[in-house]
Structures are given as C-alpha cells and as structure tokens.
C-alpha cells in the first residue's frame, strides 16, 4: 500500500470517518479538514499516525504531512469522502447532533481574537496563491541571476523566463481580489474588478481635486479592503433588489458605489497605511541593526506555529512595491535556518530510531525553506529545542540586519532564496543560513537536548 494511502486511511480512522469530514482543503504542508464534529478527533492517536508529523487543533483541523505528500493525501482523501478540494458539503445533509456542533465551531470562531482572525484572514486569501509566487519568484530570480552573470536578456529564451517569471507579480491584484471576495463570502469576479480597477494605468490620466491618481496606490491593502466592500455591498444592495432583474443591478450598482468609495476613501487611508508598515519596519531594521534583527527572526517561529505568518505576505510584497525589495524577507527566514541546525544537533545526539527517522524526511525540506515538518515532527514536540531553534535563528536574523540583505521577490526561505537576493549579496545570505544552522546546532548540542525527551516523540 502506497504512503499516502496508509496516511489518509490513518486520518480517518482518528478524525471521526469520512462522514465527519465537511470540508477538505490542503496547502504546501498540511491537510486542512473542517469537521462537524470535532469531538470525534483523537488527537493523541492522529499525531502517532505514521507520516504525521504534526497536528494543529484550530478552527480547523490541521495535519502536518509535508510538501508534495500533502497534495497526495489530499487526492486520497479527497477519493475516499467523495469531496473535491475545497468543496463543502452541504448544510442540509447534516443531521441536528451535526449542525448543533457546527454552530458550537462557529462560535469558537467568534471568541477568537480580531488579531488572530485578521491574519488568518489574510492567510486565507494568499496561502492559495503561494505555489505560484513561490515558482515564479524562482523563475524571475534564476533568470536574474543569470543576467547578472552576463548572459544577454534579450536572448528569446530570457526574455521569455523574465515575462514569465513576473506575469503573476504584474496581476497579484486580481488574483487577490479574487480571493478576498470568495474568503468573505462574496462573488470572486466583483473582488478581481477591484483589483483591476486599483492598479489600472489608466487611473494616471485621471485627476481629481488638480491632482493625478496614481494607480496601485494603496496596494494590496487597498485591493483587499476594496474587494471586502464589494462583498458587504453586494450582500446589502441583493436584499432590496427584485430577483428577476438580481442579475443585471446588484453587480452594477456594487461596481459604481465601490469604484467612487475607492478613489476617495479606500486609495488615500490604504496607501497611507502602506507607507506607514513599511517606513517603520524598514526604519526599525535600519536603527535597530542586531537587536532588531536578532528579535524579528527569533520570534518568527511562534507564528509560524499557529499559522499566523502568511499574514506577513502582503507586507513583503508592499515592500517590494515600494522599494523594490524586502528586507524583511531574508530575516524572518533565519528562523528555518536555526530549526535545521537544531534537528541536526538531535540526530547526532539522539538514538531513537523514530525520531532520526522523522528528521531525515523533515531536513531536505528545512533545508530548501520549508520547515513544518521539522517544526511540528521535532523541535515543538520536543519543547526546548524550539527555543534553541529560535535562538540560533536570532544570530542569523541580527547578521542579515547587519549587512542589510534584501530579497527582490518572494518565495520559499532558505537555500532556495538565494536566487532571489537583491544587490548580488548572495554569499552575504548564505553565510546568514550557515551562521543560523551552526548556532541552532550548538545551541541545541550543548543544552538544548537530552535523550530522554525522544522517548515520547
């Protein structure tokens, strides 16, 4: 039997069967499960399923399996319930013992916190879009690279890999738009009109009160915000509107109201906004230096924990508006650096089968800029070597401050970011990744991890 097979007949057996699943999602790393009921879940028995490596009990169930096994899983899954990715079943199917454990779902949801909501929020609207950043950061990196190092862009084959490597950056604000609408409840199309209309060049030609609009003002902020008022609009113009002429008005007159609330009031609150998180972040990183440095990567990995750090996507992508590149980027991404050198301290140190196993399917990951595996399958299970891990990301964090390293695109961390590093300071962020591992791995050698903390991994 097939990995996959054995991991998804695993999640079923402790998650309540396929009839408790209402809805299946997944992203670069884990299966995303929304149950009726979730006190069915056996969460101690899920985290001992063979392949999982870690489980995330929030408003959704989320079980950590690793890049590429994810997609897998999930087409297993997806087989086995008869539900396609994404979808829902549907409301009136459920039973009352069902919906009465949704509504209590729904009201766990309600009493978490704005913050919390906001971001996961964002994560909603960008998580589906970063397996397309991600490859064409790569490709816009490599082909930049490759100029850097003399070959002629104008050669058919680089022109063709630096169109392609940016067509997804040139129209990020539909696809958010788009993804806005639908996270909120929305019509999709209205949400990427929003986003067309906000980055429209045609916006230059206009002028209101003697001056130009700029277009993108506001940026990915503002397409979101906008976006969002097309769904409450939308919602608010259908209740007194005819069903037989629904069709035609409720988009249109959405469309007019949010196109003028946009040019006067979304454009001008949202790029001062913009402007504000990434002055500031960039004017902490330029004062800061070190400690700045050193406390931005340090606590990266908390949020990563909950999830929550897909909620910095737009921000990189501000700064990339903005100034052409990220600072933020390369720091933040010591914190898979300083994991890596940790999980490799536990497999010198450690004899426990199980676990050098988990840490040799985890490292190739960690290495290339993804590192839930190792998150949730070693350090956070083990407790104190995620505060090493954390510890040896903050040495690496405070050099790439130091030397301002910048990234000109995003993508995953790690080695594979090198490609995508501004101002040919590649070897500066490769010596940043070796000083995040070495530190990881003493720190996490020398006090971080004693044998018996393996025996309940």
Same mark, same amino acid.
């Given at each position: 039997?097939?990995?996959?097979q054995v ?9 309540g069967g ?6 299946l ?6 299966v995303r ?14 985290k001992k399923?063979d392949?999982v ?6 408003e959704t ?17 997806s ?10 079943a549907?409301a009136?199917d459920?039973s ?7 509504k209590k779902?729904?009201?766990?949801k309600k009493n978490n ?8 929020k964002?994560?909603?609207i960008?998580?589906?879009?970063i397996?397309?950043?991600v490859a064409?950061?790569l490709?816009n990196?490599a082909?930049?690279?490759a ?11 680089m022109q063709?890999l630096l169109?392609?490597g ?8 539909v696809l958010?738009?788009?993804n806005t609408a639908?996270e909120? *409840?929305g =019509? +999709?199309? %209205?949400?990427?009109i !929003?986003?067309?209309?906000l980055?429209?060049?045609g916006? #230059?030609?206009?002028?209101i009160f003697g001056?130009?609009l ?5 940026g990915?902020?503002g ?7 097309m ?5 608010q113009?259908r209740?007194?509107i005819p069903?037989?002429?629904?069709i035609?008005?409720?988009p ?8 003028i609330?946009?040019?006067f009031?979304?454009?001008p609150?949202a ?9 500031g972040?960039?004017a902490i990183?330029?004062i ?7 406390i ?10 909950v999830?929550?750090?897909q ?5 990189h992508l501000?700064?990339?508006s903005?100034? *052409?590149? =990220? +600072?933020? %980027?390369?720091v933040l !991404? ?5 994991q890596?050198?940790a #999980?490799?301290?536990?497999f010198?140190?450690?004899k426990?089968k199980?676990l ?6 985890g490292?190739?990951a960690g290495?290339?800029?993804?590192g839930?595996?190792l998150?949730y399958?070693v ?7 995620f505060?090493t891990a ?9 050099f790439?401050a130091v030397?301002?390293v910048?990234?000109k695109?995003?993508g995953?961390?790690g080695?594979s ?6 101002e ?19 720190f996490?050698?020398l006090?971080g991890?004693k044998?018996?903390?393996?025996e309940?991994i």
């Open positions: 039997m097939k990995k996959e991991i998804a007949e695993g999640i079923l057996e402790h998650v396929k009839e408790n699943i209402r809805q999602a997944h992203c670069m790393t884990r499960l929304q149950l009726k009921d979730s006190d069915k879940v056996n969460i101690a028995s899920l399923v392949g490596m870690g489980v995330i009990d929030d169930l989320q079980i950590v399996v690793g890049p590429g096994t994810v997609n897998k899983v999930s087409d297993v899954l087989t086995m319930t008869g539900l396609k990715i994404g979808e829902v549907d009136d459920l009352f013992e069902e919906k009465a454990q949704l779902a729904n009201i766990k916190t704005p913050l919390k909501n906001f971001l996961r964002i994560g909603n960008f998580i589906p879009l397996p397309g950043l064409s950061g490709i990196g082909a930049n690279f100029k850097n190092a003399g070959v002629d862009e104008k050669t058919t084959i063709i169109v392609l940016s067509c997804i950056f040139t129209y990020l604000a958010v738009g788009w639908k909120f *409840g =019509t +999709p199309v %209205l949400g990427a !929003a986003g067309m209309f980055f429209n060049p916006l #230059a030609e206009i002028h001056d130009a700029i277009p993108g003002r506001g990915l902020f397409v979101i915000f906008a976006a969002w008022l769904v409450v609009i939308e919602k113009v209740k007194i069903n037989s002429v629904d035609i008005l409720t249109l007159i959405t469309i007019l109201i949010v196109a609330l946009s040019l009031v979304v454009m609150v790029g001062v906004l913009t402007d504000g998180i990434t002055s972040i960039k990183l330029d800061g230096g070190v400690v700045a440095g050193a931005l990567a340090g606590f990266f990995l908390p949020l990563v924990m999830g929550l750090h909620g910095l996507t737009p921000i501000e700064f990339i903005q100034y *052409g590149n =990220t +600072p933020l %980027l390369p !991404a010591m914190a898979g650096a300083g890596v050198g #999980a490799i301290a536990i010198v140190k450690t426990n199980r050098r196993n988990i840490i040799k399917g490292l190739p290495f290339l800029g993804i839930e595996p998150l399958g350090t956070l299970p083990l407790g104190r070597p505060i954390c510890l040896g990301a903050a040495v690496g964090g405070a790439q030397f301002h910048a990234a695109s995003i995953v961390s080695l970011l090198t490609m995508l590093i501004a040919n300071k590649y070897i500066l962020y490769i010596i940043g990744i070796v000083i995040a591992y070495a530190f990881g791995f003493l996490t050698y006090f991890f044998e018996e903390m393996a309940d």
